[in-house]
C-alpha cells in the first residue's frame, strides 16, 4: 500500500532554515508528481510546493517562493523540502502527497517558527 512518512520538522527562530524529507513506498515514486502542503491552526490545507517525477518542473506558492526548494531523488524513493529564511506565517503541520486516482497523505510534521 502506498506510504509516506514525513520527517525533519521541528522548532526553529525567524530566519532559520529546516529540511523536511518525505520518504515515499507502495508505487513507482520515479513516475508520480510530489507536493508538499501545509496546515495552520484553523486554516485550511494550502500546497506548498510541487515538484514533477522527473525533478525538471517545480511550482511554488507566492507566500514560499524563493524561501523554499523543493526536490527529490528518485533513486532513494525521497522528496524534500528545503525551508530558508522561515517566517513566523511558516508555522503548520507540512504533509507529504501525491496523486494517482485518490490523493495520498503522510502523517505530517510539525514546524513551528518563533522566537
Known amino acids: 500500500q502506498v506510504q509516506l512518512v514525513e520527517s525533519g520538522g521541528g522548532a526553529v527562530q525567524p530566519g532559520g532554515s529546516l529540511r523536511l524529507s518525505c520518504a515515499a513506498s507502495?508505487?513507482?515514486?520515479?513516475?508520480?508528481?510530489m507536493s508538499w502542503y501545509r496546515q495552520a491552526p484553523g486554516k485550511e490545507r494550502e500546497l506548498v510546493a510541487t515538484i514533477i517525477s522527473t525533478g525538471a518542473i517545480t511550482n511554488y506558492a507566492d507566500s514560499v517562493k524563493g524561501r523554499f526548494i523543493i526536490s527529490r531523488d528518485n533513486a532513494k524513493n525521497t522528496v524534500y523540502l528545503q525551508m530558508n529564511s522561515l517566517k513566523p506565517e511558516d508555522t503548520a503541520v507540512y504533509y507529504c502527497n501525491t496523486r494517482f486516482g485518490a490523493f495520498y497523505w503522510g502523517q505530517g510534521t510539525q514546524v513551528t517558527v518563533s522566537s
Open positions: 507502495g508505487f513507482t515514486f520515479s513516475s508520480k508528481a
